[in-house]
C-alpha cells in the first residue's frame, strides 16, 4: 500500500482490500457480504459464461479538496444498471441497496481513495451476472451482484491533449435495435477486433457510423460523441448509444455556460463544420479530439491543429472536474458525499 505512487497511477487494477457481494434467490435478494477473496466460485454451465448474461456499471469516488470523499451521479448508475438488467432479462438490483453497496466498499477500501491533487480517482466496478446452470438459451434464476474498487490514475498520459481517431465502416458496434444501449459485456467483445485494428493504424479510437445506413455519426470506440458550431452542443441521437452519464452532464453544463444543446441525427459529413468535437466516457471525462480521418472517402476532418484541446472542451472538462472534487458547488445534487 506504501508503495502507490499516486501522481503516477496507471489505469488498470490494483487490489483493494474488500469488495460487497449479493446473491439473488428463489425469488429475493439477500444481505451484503463482505469478501476478501478476489474470485468468484462459479458453476460451468453459469447463464452469465454461455449466454452473456452479465452487465456492469463504472463510476469513481473522488477525494475533495475539503478531505471528503465524493460519489458522481451514484443515482445514474443505479437506474441505468436497471436498464441493462431489464434488456438482457436479469434481477434488477433495487437503487438502494445498489447505493449502500457502492458506499460500503468505499468506505471499507477508504485508504485507497487516492489524495486530492494527485489527478488519480477510486474506479467502482459494479458487476452482475447470471449464475443458475442452465444449457438452454431462457434467463437464469439466480444472480450474482459484486463490487469492487481500485484506485485509477488520469485516463489521459501526459494531461489533457487531443488524440486522433478513424472511421472504419467494416465493422458495427451495435445494432440498431439490439442491446447498444445497454452497459454490457457483448457490447464490448464486438467491439475489441475494430478497436485493435484503429490502434495498429495508429488512432486511440474507432469512430463507428450507423449500421443501417453508414450515413450518421453513432459512439466513438466506448464513449460518447458531442461536437461544438456555433455555440451549440450537438451529440447524436440513435437506438444503438449507451446513454452516457457524462454527456447527460455535460449537456446540462453547456447549457449553464450559454450554450444551446441538440441532440439529433448527425451526418457523417456535418464533422467538417465543428469546431470542437470530443469523446465523453466516465473514464476519461472528456477526450478531445484532433482529428477524425475517414480512410474510405480518403478525407481528414482536423479539430485541433497543434494539437491543443479547444476552450470550449477545456471549459466543460475543468467544471465537471471541480464538481467531481468539491471546489465547486454541486448545484445538481449529483454528489453523494461519503460520511
Not at 6 to 11: D, R, T
Not at 115 to 137: C, D, E, F, K, N
Request: proline residues 4%; glycine residues 8%; charged residues 25%.
Amino acid at each position: 500500500m506504501n508503495t502507490i505512487d499516486w501522481k503516477n497511477l496507471a489505469f488498470g487494477y490494483i487490489k483493494t482490500d474488500y469488495n460487497i457481494r449479493c446473491s439473488y434467490k428463489d425469488g429475493k435478494w439477500g444481505d451484503l457480504e463482505v469478501s476478501e477473496s478476489e474470485y468468484l466460485n462459479l458453476h460451468m454451465a453459469a447463464t452469465c459464461l454461455h449466454y452473456g448474461q452479465e452487465a456492469f456499471e463504472g463510476l469513481k469516488a473522488f477525494r475533495g479538496v475539503d478531505g471528503k470523499i465524493r460519489i458522481f451521479r451514484l443515482d445514474e448508475n443505479a437506474k441505468r444498471l436497471a436498464s441493462s438488467c431489464k434488456g438482457i432479462m436479469m434481477a434488477e438490483i433495487p437503487a438502494q441497496k445498489f447505493q449502500e453497496a457502492v458506499l460500503k466498499v468505499v468506505k471499507m477500501n477508504e485508504r485507497f481513495v487516492p489524495p486530492y491533487g494527485s489527478g488519480a480517482s477510486l474506479y467502482i466496478r459494479p458487476l452482475l451476472i447470471g449464475t443458475s446452470a442452465q444449457v438452454g438459451v431462457k434467463p437464469a434464476s439466480e444472480y450474482e451482484f459484486i463490487i469492487f474498487v481500485t484506485p485509477v490514475g488520469p485516463y489521459f498520459k501526459g494531461g489533457f491533449n487531443t488524440t486522433p481517431f478513424v472511421i472504419l465502416r467494416e465493422y458495427d458496434r451495435a445494432a440498431p435495435l439490439g442491446t447498444g444501449t445497454y452497459k454490457i459485456g457483448g457490447n464490448y467483445a464486438a467491439s475489441l477486433v475494430a478497436g485493435q485494428r484503429a490502434y495498429d493504424l495508429g488512432y486511440s479510437a474507432v469512430f463507428y457510423l450507423d449500421a443501417k445506413e453508414k450515413k450518421y455519426i453513432d459512439e466513438c470506440g466506448a464513449a460518447n460523441f458531442f461536437g461544438i458550431k456555433n455555440n451549440t452542443y450537438i451529440t447524436p441521437k440513435s437506438t444503438s448509444i449507451l446513454p452516457s452519464i457524462t454527456n447527460k452532464s455535460l449537456m446540462v453544463l453547456a447549457e449553464e455556460l450559454g450554450m444551446k444543446v441538440e441532440r439529433r441525427h448527425i451526418p457523417v459529413e456535418e464533422l467538417a463544420t465543428f469546431e470542437e468535437a470530443g469523446a465523453c466516457g466516465t473514464a476519461a471525462v472528456i477526450s478531445p479530439i484532433q482529428r477524425i480521418d475517414d480512410l474510405d472517402e480518403n478525407k481528414s476532418y482536423v479539430f485541433s491543429k497543434d494539437g491543443t484541446p479547444g476552450a470550449i472542451c477545456e471549459k466543460l472538462y475543468n467544471k465537471i472536474r471541480a464538481i467531481q472534487l468539491g471546489e465547486e458547488e454541486d448545484k445538481y445534487g449529483w454528489i453523494t458525499i461519503v460520511e
